[in-house]
T-cell receptor
Framework: EPEVTQTPSHQVTQMGQEVILRCVPISNHLYFYWYRQILGQKVEFLVSFYNNEISEKSEIFDDQFSVERPDGSNFTLKIRSTKLEDSAMYFC????????????FGQGTRLTVV | QKEVEQDPGPLSVPEGAIVSLNCTYSNSAFQYFMWYRQYSRKGPELLMYTYSSGNKEDGRFTAQVDKSSKYISLFIRDSQPSDSATYLCAMSSAGSARQLTFGSGTQLTVLP
């Protein structure tokens, strides 16, 4: 069964450093997303991406964040100058975008900022 | 008022019980409703997807949506210990169909 894959599963970084979280969405999907879940809190929408551009973003997704689809398979989230409060699980998701919104999630990357 | 409210539990039931999980919401624009299951430190796994009001059944799972009451439910029949997980409701509006708003999740334990 096709699935969304994310790497790494766990990333530890020092405050102020840049991190790149990587995702390979399901191959025939057209919409890609990043969500985050701070420990003990709700899953929160960050950004959606379609046709090589951002289609929606939340208030959380400020200038510190950027997304990119560098090739035909990968979808990345870059966090510049990480802060302690960026520590969370980051989930990538994708869907076909054709008339439904069933989003399929990856297993997540646990980001720890120290 | 929170946009999506979900009883966090924890909810503990014996094996074989019928489980009822619920969410209420305030945004009348929500039209797409989903239930996800999340095991500890894993990604949300899609269980059920419904559009607008009505019922949908898939095996032991039934999802109900009552838009007039802004209330959605997930029923699990013949619950199994493997159903122990956190259940998340999620929803989105037609105008922003790509952006899911999640509930806080209900932690369920099914005791053997």
């Amino acid at each position: 069964e096709p699935e969304v894959t994310q790497t790494p599963s766990h990333q530890v970084t020092q405050m102020g450093q840049e991190v790149i979280l990587r995702c390979v969405p399901i191959s025939n999907h057209l919409y890609f997303y990043w969500y985050r879940q701070i420990l003990g809190q709700k899953v929160e929408f960050l950004v959606s991406f379609y046709n090589n551009e951002i289609s929606e973003k939340s208030e959380i997704f400020d200038d510190q964040f950027s997304v990119e689809r560098p090739d035909g398979s990968n979808f990345t989230l870059k966090i510049r100058s990480t802060k302690l409060e960026d520590s969370a699980m980051y989930f990538c998701a994708s869907n076909t975008g054709t008339g439904n919104t069933e989003a399929f999630f990856g297993q997540g990357t646990r980001l720890t900022v120290v | 008022q929170k946009e999506v409210e979900q009883d966090p539990g924890p909810l503990s039931v014996p094996e074989g019980a019928i489980v009822s999980l619920n969410c209420t919401y305030s945004n009348s624009a929500f039209q797409y409703f989903m239930w996800y299951r999340q095991y500890s430190r894993k990604g949300p796994e899609l269980l059920m997807y419904t559009y607008s009001s009505g019922n949908k059944e898939d095996g032991r799972f039934t999802a109900q949506v009552d838009k007039s009451s802004k209330y959605i439910s997930l029923f699990i029949r013949d619950s199994q210990p493997s159903d122990s997980a956190t259940y998340l409701c999620a929803m989105s509006s037609a105008g922003s169909a790509r952006q899911l708003t999640f509930g806080s999740g209900t932690q369920l334990t099914v005791l053997p």
